[in-house]
């Protein structure tokens, strides 16, 4: 069974450029989440979804954040314009029962 | 955003040592998973628990859910250098909550 792919896997952008990530969930899995891992810690929620609706943005920083799940499977995530602070990896999750399962993520680099 | 304090920060351990650590929370918490990373890589997860005062196995690793649920144990017996890699517990206290990750705990096994 394939796990969540998210793509690209690395990023490299000037600051105020926008950048978009992707997720794709395990099939089936109607819950997908969006994390935000600064070097040295655990992953931050920004952003979860029951199919295609967000309940949780609480923490999305809604003046440059943006996300989206349009038919509740695939997810992208929107930063725009790109901040030196937004340097981070960005975690997909998907979760059956609440056990969450991550992909790869995409490593953001703004200069 | 909220994290869970991990202790120790960082431990280095001889090949074949057993090795313990621990999550504490200041909210009480009815799921307690615990998670593996390697680099470049998104967490894994190891063991859910879900009941005060539970003890789950994986192979090697045992996990415990404490008594007060403000707390979370996780043990590697006989350690291979496969084992290095950083180590986070994450909580929920109802479902549908969403998870708080820990500050993490990066293992290094010396052969």
């Known amino acids: 069974e394939a796990g969540v792919v998210q793509s690209p896997r690395y990023k490299i952008i000037e600051k105020k450029q926008p950048v978009a990530f992707w997720c794709n969930p395990i099939?089936?899995?109607?819950?997908l989440y969006w994390y935000r891992q600064n070097l040295g810690q655990g992953p931050e929620l920004l952003i979860r979804?029951?199919?295609?609706?967000?309940?949780?943005d609480s923490q999305l920083p809604k003046d440059r954040f943006s996300a989206e799940r349009l038919k509740g499977v695939d997810s992208t995530l929107k930063i725009q314009p790109a901040e030196l602070g937004d340097s981070a990896v960005y975690l997909c999750a998907s979760s059956l029962n609440e056990k969450l399962f991550f992909g790869s993520g995409t490593q953001l680099s703004v200069l | 955003g909220q994290q869970l304090n991990q202790s120790p920060q960082s431990m280095f351990i001889q090949e074949g040592e057993d090795v313990s650590m621990n999550c504490t929370s200041s909210?009480?918490?009815?799921?307690w998973l615990w998670y593996k990373q390697d680099p470049g890589e998104g967490p894994v997860l190891l063991i859910a628990?879900?009941?005060?005062?539970e003890l789950t196995s994986n192979g090697r690793l045992t996990a415990q859910f404490g008594i007060t649920r403000k707390d979370s144990f996780l043990n590697i017996s006989a350690s291979i250098p496969s084992d290095v890699g950083i180590y986070f517990c994450a909580g929920q206290g109802s479902s549908g909550d969403k998870l708080t990750f820990g500050t993490g705990t990066r293992l290094a096994v010396r052969p």
């Open positions: 099939s089936g899995h109607n819950t």
């Open positions: 979804y029951e199919n295609e609706e967000a309940v949780d």
């Open positions: 628990l879900y009941k005060a005062g």
């Open positions: 909210s009480i918490f009815n799921t």
